[in-house]
């Protein structure tokens, strides 16, 4: 059974750090881009940060960019998303995503059930 637990959210002040953990199992980790996106209340869900299968390319949203860091570890099937100088408006749900495409379009797409994250003084 393919599953994605998400781990490390909770309470922080502004300007505060948080550090996110995705463990996967059920499926070939390493063959999968990974991406964390993230759905605050009333608002639709949005990417965060990607990373492709053997980390040689890293995606930002703008909002986040220089602020947070995606990173992966094959060997532990585990995606991680390193958040410094939070601010409120990172308060969201956090979600983790594998997607593994074939001739260009996407052939898996596999989802966690979320994290949630509080920025707030």
């Known amino acids: 059974q393919v599953q994605l637990v998400e781990s490390g959210g909770g309470w922080v002040q502004p300007g505060g750090s948080l550090r996110l953990s995705c463990a996967a199992s059920?499926?070939?980790?390493?063959?999968?881009?990974m991406s964390w996106y993230r759905q605050a209340p009333g608002k639709e869900r949005e990417l965060v940060a990607a990373?492709?299968?053997?980390?040689?390319?890293?995606n930002y949203a703008d909002s986040v960019k220089g602020r947070f860091t995606i990173s992966r570890d094959n060997a532990k099937n585990t995606v991680y998303l390193q958040m410094n100088s939070l601010k409120p408006e990172d308060t969201a749900a956090y979600y983790c995503?594998?997607?593994?495409?074939?001739?260009?379009?996407?052939?898996?797409?596999?989802w966690g059930q979320g994290t949630q994250v509080t920025v707030s003084s």
């Open positions: 995503n594998a997607v593994r495409s074939r001739w260009g379009r996407p052939e898996y797409n596999y």
């Open positions: 059920g499926f070939t980790f390493s063959s999968y881009a």
């Open positions: 990373i492709t299968s053997a980390s040689d390319s890293t």
